[in-house]
């Protein structure tokens, strides 16, 4: 895979968590939006984190999608119990060695020398204090899909606790942890900071900017020194590709690896068949979409189809939602039954839905609601089966 370093993107945003940026609110929390497979976690890893560490901050990073039936409070402790574990290490062995039982790091945090690697009994609150006091640095946690955290009690703790860190580590002028936290979807996001009962209520949520032309600059550059015979790459007709491709970069580049083969038996330009690709890969992608639509009962495709409708406005159980469904399916639909249909959605695999620990239900892919509008502005929502219509009045499993 080709690196494309953002460099000054990352420069940028590590000012702006130091509170060093005019306007900008990213010390109190930096929250980053971004589809799926565009590029962010590739970001976040490979070009934020560097800028970080070059600033002389202590980086903890923690996906939690990386383990999804992990629970995501564990994650995030995890994820700063290692980062703390060298530091305890080195103080508390040579206290070990001098024969000592307990040490005191930092004048507050007491360590018992016969459980080294253990953070028995610590708070998050207390880790980041700990590994902030004993590192003599500022500490920044990037938490990559942090929307996950919602979906379970100790997850929605686990925010709470790190907002309270934040308050109790940081003072005007002086920012010792640093908040990072993106997500795939932006409503999901959003529950994070859009209520009185969020942890990072009043926080914003930024779109991270996509890979645009610079990006196919390079790219362009590159084929033209690997290629001289492609000279001049129109790089106009690649950045509309890349567009089609709905800015991911792994799916351009492995269409772009395929027509530039030997094996290709490409004749003329390539560019056309760039072009094409990226319309043949948004056609399997909202095959897949319709595939997996058309393959619901009646009730599920309902309730499905109010959630795209509906949007963060989702009710599952209202009068106005029951209604919907009635008239989806032809008969009485009663709460239970739209709750069954709702875990039925979300145990598929891949899950359709998605669920917060507070019961707010989402789409668990937010590409769904641009496929979902494309097709209602183009006449043809709902789906039908090839075969002919669905048969809505057929009875639903309870």
């Given amino acids: 895979m080709i690196s494309y370093p953002r460099t000054p993107l990352a420069d940028e945003l590590v000012t702006a968590l130091q509170g060093k940026a005019g306007f900008s609110d990213a010390h109190n929390g930096l929250f980053l939006a971004a589809p799926r497979r565009t ?13 970080l560490e070059r600033a002389g901050v202590v980086v903890v990073y923690v996906d939690l999608w990386a383990d999804a039936a992990r629970d995501p409070g564990a994650l995030i402790a995890e994820a700063i119990g290692r980062a703390l ?31 080294i690697g253990k953070l028995d009994g610590l708070t998050l609150v207390d880790a980041l204090r700990a590994l902030h006091e004993t590192a003599g640095r500022p500490v920044a946690l990037i938490i990559d899909e942090a929307q996950h955290a919602l979906t379970s009690e100790a997850g929605e703790n686990a925010m709470s606790a790190l907002k309270s860190a934040r308050d109790q580590l940081n003072r005007p002028g002086e920012v010792n ?37 610079d990006f196919i600059a390079h790219i362009g550059a590159l084929i033209e020194a690997q290629r001289p015979d492609l000279r001049p790459v129109d790089c106009a007709a690649l950045q509309l590709a890349f567009a089609g491709f709905g800015n991911r970069p792994q799916f351009f580049m492995e269409s772009l690896g395929l027509v530039l083969s030997p094996l290709s038996a490409l004749s003329g330009r390539f560019e056309p068949s760039m072009l094409e690709a990226a319309q043949q890969r948004q056609r399997d992608d909202e095959s897949q979409m319709e595939s997996d639509y058309l393959g619901l009962k009646p009730l599920e495709q309902a309730v499905l189809w109010r959630m795209l409708e509906q949007g963060p406005r989702f009710r599952p159980y209202d009068s106005a939602a029951l209604k919907f469904y009635r008239e989806q399916t032809g008969g009485p639909v009663s709460a239970q039954r739209a709750q069954n249909a709702l875990e039925a959605l979300r145990q598929r695999m891949p899950a359709l839905v998605w669920k917060s620990a507070r019961g707010e239900y989402a ?36």
Avoid: C
């Fill in 85 to 115: 574990l060298p530091h305890l290490g080195v103080v508390a062995q040579a206290a070990k060695k001098a024969g000592l039982e307990k040490v005191s790091l930092a004048g507050w945090l007491q360590v018992d020398t016969s459980k």
């Fill in 39 to 51: 590029g962010k976690s590739t970001f976040l890893q490979g070009d934020l984190r560097p800028a």
């Fill in 363 to 398: 789409v668990e892919d937010a590409a769904m609601h641009r496929w979902f509008e494309e097709r209602k502005v183009a006449g043809n929502w709902p789906p039908q089966a090839q075969q002919g219509d669905l048969d809505f009045s057929a009875a639903d499993e309870a």
């Fill in 177 to 213: 942890l640093m908040l990072v936290m993106s997500g795939s979807d932006r409503d999901k996001l959003l529950r994070l900071v859009n209520s009185n009962a969020a942890p990072f209520y009043g926080s914003q949520i930024q779109r991270m900017p996509p890979l645009g032309a």
